[in-house]
């Protein structure tokens, strides 16, 4: 038996109709449902992308009042770098004292949580 020579694997599927979203008929419930059941829209919200990449706390009253409206659905993939590598960034360059310390904070921390 002759395999071909490629094979074509679609990545993306077709584009469907492109889902758009009216901030100023949401309430704070409705965004923190939104989050819950679509994800990719909840995140397309321009307060909520900003506030998650800023690494700081959604505010859902703000989150709806933006210059715009209308909001479309977006998709992104992300690509995250296992812990350990993470980790390993941050602990180049510590002294021997600096990871004691850190080794008996994360000590302390798990015996609280046991």
Not at 38 to 44: C, K, T
Not at 57 to 62: E, F, I, L, P, T
Not at 85 to 110: C, N, R, S, W, Y
């Amino acid at each position: 038996m002759r395999l071909p020579a490629s094979i074509l694997v679609p990545t993306f599927p077709d584009k469907k109709d492109e889902e758009e979203l009216d901030l100023q008929s949401l309430t704070e419930e409705d965004l923190k449902l939104l989050k819950k059941t679509d994800s990719f829209l909840y995140y397309s919200i321009p307060g909520v992308n900003k506030a998650t990449v800023s690494l700081k706390k959604v505010d859902h009253s703000k989150a709806s009042q933006s210059q715009s409206t209308k909001v479309t659905r977006k998709e992104r993939l992300t690509f995250e770098c296992h812990p350990s590598l993470a980790m390993d960034e941050l602990l180049v360059g510590m002294g021997e004292a600096d990871l004691g310390e850190i080794h008996g904070f994360l000590t302390k921390l798990l015996s609280k949580t046991q």
